[in-house]
């Protein structure tokens, strides 16, 4: 497996929460960063959270900033995207990605050769 694997995504209303997780093999896991990446019915695939530096750093959109939180397990070799406040404007498929550079910014896709098939988080009421 070298393709990353997202789960978690669904139907939730706004204000409530959903937690995302990204599972990798070995190789992928050894990554310098991973990256979650949403696209919007109509709108171009965004980078939202990043964690790079093998762990040491994050950064965020500043759609997501204070509500969104990326983290990563080193013993499960899963990263996680913990979502929070959600509005109907989250609604997106959310895709992963991994990426072995250490230069650019972990925001932009073209960093990223390893994706995932995405998983669709719906805000509604």
């Known amino acids: 497996q070298v393709q990353p694997v997202e789960s978690g995504g669904g139907s939730v209303q706004p204000g409530g929460s959903l937690r995302l997780s990204c599972a990798v093999s070995d190789f992928i896991y050894s990554s310098n960063r991973m990256g979650w990446f949403r696209q919007a019915p109509g709108k171009e695939r965004e980078g939202i959270a990043a964690i790079y530096n093998y762990g040491s750093n994050t950064v965020y959109a500043d759609s997501v900033k204070g509500r969104f939180t990326i983290s990563q397990d080193d013993a499960k070799k899963t990263a996680y995207l913990e979502m929070g406040s959600l509005k109907t404007e989250d609604t997106a498929m959310y895709y992963c990605?991994?990426?072995?550079?250490?230069?650019?910014?972990?925001?932009?896709?073209?960093?990223?050769?390893?994706w995932g098939q995405g998983t669709q988080v719906t805000v509604s009421s």
């Open positions: 990605a991994a990426g072995l550079q250490s230069f650019g910014s972990p925001l932009d896709q073209d960093t990223y050769p390893y």
